[in-house]
């Protein structure tokens, strides 16, 4: 990998009024105890060689620490997107200024378009975006006009077992999307490149390097078959915001090609 940047955001003391949709709210979240992961997670990302800038943080956005749903970023682009849900519109604006000051060029999803950041998965030129509760198909229609014209190819994934594509699958170095395959919608889009995982936080991951793997240690069957690949993981708690079906991905938008 080249550049290796990236944007997080602390949580928000309302962090325990975050949205849930697809998993029942069984039980509080612990504020104190998120803050103390995000810090592990930050420095898994610093450990790993990552520099790390943040994005001001927002005390009335409950969801703000998920900042990867503000923004797809592909080569110098950043689509600032335009979230499903009300209550996290007024996330985006400090994420594209904070994007914009690491010099990326900036264009917008617009109304009737939602989109969430987390319902985009890129690999080797090939845009995967989940269709479901959070994005809508004018949204996508507005990122392939937006990415087209950078070479991506945008495919429409149907979802509605999870609440973003993210959540039910990612993709390793080599191509491979792995899944957890009962929330899955349809595993042919990815034919013989789908590996289904055991647990469903093994299915989430976020790429420090060509062999280096960020993940949950929510997942350790999940983490022997990435090692037995050939990979190596490190392994965060996110206990608190898998709460909030969170997971890795949702917590950083990774700037892998930022601008010189």
């Given at each position: 990998m080249s550049a290796r940047h990236a944007l997080v955001r602390r949580p928000s003391p309302r962090l325990n009024e975050g949205l849930v949709t697809h998993i029942d709210r069984s039980e509080d979240v612990d504020v104190e105890l998120a803050q103390r992961q995000w810090d592990g997670y930050v420095a898994a990302l610093t450990d790993a060689g990552w520099t790390t800038h943040e994005v001001p943080l927002a005390p009335e956005c409950p969801d703000s620490v998920f900042v990867e749903d503000t923004m797809v970023v592909y080569g110098d682009l950043a689509v600032i997107s335009r979230p499903g849900a009300d209550q996290r519109k007024p996330e985006t604006?400090?994420?594209?200024?904070?994007?914009?000051?690491?010099?990326?060029?900036?264009?917008?999803?617009?109304?009737?378009?939602?989109?969430?950041?987390?319902?985009?998965?890129?690999?080797?030129?090939?845009?995967?975006?989940?269709?479901?509760?959070?994005?809508?198909?004018?949204?996508?229609?507005?990122?392939?006009?937006?990415?087209?014209?950078?070479?991506?190819?945008?495919?429409?994934?149907?979802?509605?077992?999870?609440?973003?594509?993210?959540?039910?699958?990612?993709?390793?170095?080599?191509?491979?999307?792995?899944?957890?395959?009962?929330?899955?919608?349809?595993?042919?889009?990815?034919?013989?490149?789908?590996?289904?995982?055991?647990?469903?936080?093994?299915?989430?991951?976020?790429?420090?390097?060509?062999?280096?793997?960020?993940?949950?240690?929510?997942?350790?069957?999940?983490?022997?078959?990435?090692?037995d690949r050939g990979y190596r993981t490190v392994q965060v708690d996110i206990s608190e915001y898998e709460k909030l079906e969170g997971c890795v991905t949702c917590l950083s938008v990774r700037l892998r090609g930022r601008p010189g």
């Amino acid at each position: 990998m080249s550049a290796r940047h990236a944007l997080v955001r602390r949580p928000s003391p309302r962090l325990n009024e975050g949205l849930v949709t697809h998993i029942d709210r069984s039980e509080d979240v612990d504020v104190e105890l998120a803050q103390r992961q995000w810090d592990g997670y930050v420095a898994a990302l610093t450990d790993a060689g990552w520099t790390t800038h943040e994005v001001p943080l927002a005390p009335e956005c409950p969801d703000s620490v998920f900042v990867e749903d503000t923004m797809v970023v592909y080569g110098d682009l950043a689509v600032i997107s335009r979230p499903g849900a009300d209550q996290r519109k007024p996330e985006t604006a400090a994420a594209e200024e904070a994007v914009r000051a690491q010099g990326y060029r900036i264009a917008h999803i617009e109304a009737p378009g939602t989109l969430d950041g987390g319902d985009v998965l890129k690999h080797g030129g090939t845009v995967w975006v989940g269709r479901g509760g959070r994005t809508n198909d004018a949204a996508i229609e507005q990122l392939r006009t937006h990415l087209e014209p950078l070479g991506a190819h945008v495919v429409t994934v149907p979802l509605t077992k999870v609440l973003h594509l993210k959540s039910a699958v990612t993709a390793l170095p080599d191509g491979t999307v792995i899944g957890y395959e009962p929330v899955v919608d349809d595993t042919s889009v990815w034919g013989d490149r789908f590996l289904a995982v055991p647990e469903e936080p093994g299915a989430h991951v976020v790429l420090l390097g060509d062999d280096l793997l960020l993940m949950s240690a929510a997942a350790p069957e999940s983490a022997k078959i990435f090692e037995d690949r050939g990979y190596r993981t490190v392994q965060v708690d996110i206990s608190e915001y898998e709460k909030l079906e969170g997971c890795v991905t949702c917590l950083s938008v990774r700037l892998r090609g930022r601008p010189g």
